[in-house]
């Protein structure tokens, strides 16, 4: 079992930076990927970027070169620094992480931590 909490949303203009972090209820490193998913109101939830083990990213074309995945091995987080947010970046965004083992695939959620934003 894996418990994830985000933090770190708000209310911000557009052009500005948020970041947001996930703190995983046991080590980052027994947990295969990690990543950000959001999803706007009326709409589906999407990727925004994952981090795997071995340190592979995969990054939303709509995010690449302004949101940057990174983890803390120290503090057991996953981060999303989020820099010139655009209105459209507006969204809950959820932190999840997959456990894959020999006999099966987990995948976990957290709540979910809204961004907001506007001018």
């Known amino acids: 079992q894996v418990q994830l909490v985000e933090s770190g949303g708000g209310l911000v203009q557009p052009g500005g930076s948020l970041r947001l972090s996930c703190a995983a209820s046991?080590?980052?490193?027994?947990?295969?990927?990690m990543g950000w998913y959001r999803q706007a109101p009326g709409k589906q939830r999407e990727l925004v970027a994952t981090l795997s083990n071995g340190g592979t990213t995969v990054y939303a074309d709509s995010v690449k070169g302004r949101f940057t995945i990174s983890r803390d091995t120290t503090q057991n987080t996953v981060n999303l620094q989020m820099n010139s947010l655009k209105l459209e970046d507006t969204a809950v965004y959820y932190c999840k992480g997959v456990v894959i083992t020999l006999l099966r695939r987990a995948d976990y959620w957290g709540q979910g931590t809204q961004v907001t934003v506007s001018s």
């Open positions: 046991r080590s980052i490193s027994t947990i295969n990927t």
